[in-house]
């Protein structure tokens, strides 16, 4: 090394700045790169050289130096609440300019290890100083909040920060912290409750009951846990079986060492049983505290477990023990009613449950629209209020009277009966009856004239009678009402020569005729007046066909329903009286037409002759010969045509009677 002299001799920038790097080489080797403490003794030491020598250079006086010291906390450890004082643990760096000149931007950097976190995961590791810019002997601080976890063992930790800015030496500080120990013992139960009851109808009472529950423990914290102990607290409606169990038990062993794996778990037990009948679903909880102490002697916080158990409720239930009432209701003998009219309806009800419950109400339902209705004489109403408490198994029958209007249709209707319990729930009965409909038959028992032959008067030159009245007779054979009854009648007359006409002087010759109703079994006469129009100047006898078209509302129209025929004789010329002649025997109108089974058929005649009378078909061919062709004496005639054994058709009668032949048409249903 020269001579102070030859030190002074490097005065200029140029020589200052290959002396600073000198320096530096300096410090390398001698110490290495070993932070801002060997930096700021090299500035240090040049500053001493420099002032030796009388250098007064302008970038000496302007050179910031960056000094900093690390402060942290003494950590303590509180037992009682299990947590470090303080946490988090405040870091602070102060930085102090002991240069002559004004910094760049101060930015600090600490450096962890081990445990140690920042309170804040978003917390950088790096701060600018507070200020960041530093004046000479002016100083800035920057702070960090750490966080360290409980740990059983003391930890130690050397914590760095680096300070650096652009036209100073980086600088770095460190100081030590210590974490004590603080272990706790950390208890962890589990509690076992059967998941639940069921209801056992032979045994008639709740399994399982008495019922076990248990409570296990073990510690999985790092230290040992004394006097540990668990205490079940009882839910509403349970009870320990057998009496006089305590609630708070000690475990065994009651200190627990830190749980291992394949260790065995203390556990405790309690009898139980669960005493009453709701009607609702409970869900009891059973609550389970466990609490120790810590070796410090303090007592742990209580854990709490809770266990549900399902019990269901018993309702009361009930069922229909029965539900009567006829198969059907079908036409009486008459045909006129449906039977039974009025019909029972019967119903019971049971207690089929465990539980004692009442009937609050009970209401039967039936189509009204179908022409059902209660009866008066009926021991219920449609709804009422029986208000009967049943224990288990009893039962009760409620019966109704219900009558039913007849009706021509066939109906099937539902009958329903619902009881409804103290709890709203309803028991239904129902049942579909078929009731049959009425038979509805318009039938036409005569067509009859009250002339049936209008006689030629040769003395008087006149007709007798010239005025004849048709009576058509309807009757209601069936069990319902008939409405809109239409009686019409027509006539063919083959003649050509336009004989009869309606009577205008008779007094109702409305055609068609109406009536409004027809009642069951009860016939109806519809009359018409006629008078001769013009002789019958043909020379033989005309006969005028009536024919009654009928029907009503609830029954088909009938075209071809009866026949009668008016004979018309012959005019004379000549005005001379003549004897009566075998033309005028006379073939009545068959009764009743149509029919059923049998029918009569009359004739008459005006003197004794022989008498050939036989029934065809349709197609002329003889079915039945009911007079042969023996003398018959003058007068009137009665023979039954039984009709038994023929096919339902039109068949005709036919007379002859000295070379006369009279026919009729009949019509077998």
Known sequence: ????????????????????????????????????????????????????????SVEAQQQPVLRCE????????????????PMPIPVTVTVTNIGTALTDSVYARIELTGDLKMADSLDDNGQLLQPAQLFPQQSGTARW??????????????????????NADSSLCE???????????????????????????????YVPNPFTVRLTCVNRGDVTADSVSGTIILPRYVEFDPPGQPATKLYDPCSMEQWQLGDPIPELTWTLRWNPRLRFTMEPTFRFTVTGKHPAGFWLDSVDVRGMTRVPGLLPEFACASFELPDSLALNEE???????????????????????????????????DGLSLDPASPNLVSFDPDLTFAPGEKATFEWLISVENRITRRNVEILVIAYDDEGDPTAASAMLPIANLKTALRSLALETDAPVLLYD????????????????????????????VAKLTWTDNSGQDLVEPNPDFADNTNPKTRGVLLPATEAEFSWGFRLKNRNTTGIPQYIAFNLEYGSRETPYVTNGCETFVQIDPAGTTGVSEPPAPANCILHPVHPNPFHASTVLRFTLPSAMPVHLVVTDALGRDVRNLADTGIRKAGTHTLR???????????????TANGIVRMQKMLLL
Request: aromatic share 12%; proline share 8%; charged share 20%.
């Open 335 to 369: 045909e006129t009613n449906v039977e039974p009219n009025p019909f029972t309806v019967s119903y019971t009800v049971r207690n089929v449950s465990h539980q004692t419950g009442s009937i609050e109400r009970i209401i039967i339902y039936f189509p009204t629209s």
């Open 458 to 485: 040769p003395v008087h030159d006149t007709y007798d009678p010239e005025t004849f009245v048709i009576t058509a007779t309807l009757r209601n054979s069936g069990g319902a009402n008939l409405n809109d009854i």
């Open 70 to 85: 690390l402060h942290a906390p003494e950590i303590r450890a509180d037992y009682v609440n299990l947590v470090y004082k």
């Open 145 to 166: 909040m750490l966080v360290h976890p409980r740990t059983p063992v003391e930890k130690r930790y050397t914590i760095s920060v680096w300070v650096r800015t652009r």
């Open 175 to 205: 100081t030590e912290i210590i974490i004590p120990p603080l272990g706790s013992p950390v208890l962890s139960p589990r509690c076992f409750v059967p998941n639940a009851l069921h209801f056992d109808d032979t045994l008639d009472s």
């Open 641 to 655: 045509f039984d009709a038994s054994e023929l096919p339902p058709g039109v068949y005709y009668t036919r007379l």
């Open 1 to 56: 090394m020269r001579d102070p002299e030859d030190i002074c001799y490097l005065s200029s920038p140029h020589v200052f700045y290959h002396l600073k790097i000198f320096l530096s080489r300096i410090q390398m080797f001698i110490f290495g790169n070993s932070g801002g403490t060997m930096r700021s003794l090299s500035v240090r030491i040049a500053g001493v050289i420099i002032a030796f020598c009388g250098f007064s």
